[in-house]
């Protein structure tokens, strides 16, 4: 997808999801402007050896219908949110065949700055992304719910998005997706419900929000995934206190970004650290800037590697 496609599209704009900082320090919600957004894209992007793929770009027409294989379905989800005080929604992709019969594990999947619960879609397609993997064999039947991360009363994405209060509907959202988002989705739908079959993944504020409540919350999800994290992102220390317990309690920690992307010391620190302190993870360097290519194709990577 082009940075123009995007810029016309509802998906994230790309100067309102790049945010510029100091690096190796989270981002202040009052310090958050367009001008610092577009000043990050001139700082200077350092690579270490290590900063390599670990994977191939996703194969051609992954995000392309089959007509030859079984079709999930989108549907939207409304829940009540105390911490908003109104009536949400979600959208929820239903794997093809998907039964009440049968129980299912769930991806929660997090949009971008500028983006809602239809950016995914707009964006990467994961209800067609999993109807292919799902018919080759090569990723699980699951449930993806893709919910609207600026937990405001009004949480359209208009206007602004570096207003104070925008930026702090971020970091509530943590609350509601754990207190009346999963419960909502587990009292709907045919799904298990513990901590090894819950997965967080999410693209640049997504990305730095799936890090933020992934690692507070090992009691909860077991898989998390980051895309292009966001200046939102929490210095690492902060991020994992006890490595130990990280070690022993999430069973995939999937890091990404793009080496043309401005924002990638957020991820580098993080990786860094993890290294530091024996933990696991993957680390995913592509080709690309803070765009939908990498975060559809790390998508397609990380699906196939949770829930097994």
Known sequence: MTLLKQLSSSATLILFAVWSTR???QEKPEEASAERA????????????????AFEDAPN?????????????VEELAYESAVTGTRRKANVYLPPGYSPKKKYPVLYLLHGIGGDENEWLNLAAPNVVLDNLIADGKAAAMIIVMPNGRALPDDRAIGDPFTKEKVEGFSKFERDLLDHLIPSVEAKYSTYT???????AGLSMGGGQTLNFGFNNLDTFAWIGAFSSAPNTKPPAELVPDPAAVRKQLKLIYLSCGNKDGLINFSQ????????????????VDDYGHVGETWASNLYHFVQRVFR
């Not at 577009?38 to 793929?53: H, S, T, W």
């Not at 027409?61 to 379905?73: I, L, Y």
């Not at 620190?269 to 995913?284: A, G, I, S, T």
Request: proline share 7%; aromatic share 10%; hydrophobic share 40%.
């Open 269 to 284: 620190d993080v990786h860094r650290y993890l290294n530091e302190h024996d933990v696991p993870h993957v680390w995913n």
């Open 194 to 200: 513990d901590r090894k079959h819950r997965a967080l």
């Open 38 to 53: 577009r000043a990050n894209f001139a700082r200077e992007i350092v690579l270490a050896p290590d900063d390599v793929r």
């Open 23 to 25: 690096a190796f320090s």
């Open 61 to 73: 027409g992954f995000m392309t219908p089959r007509a030859d294989v079984p079709h999930g379905k």
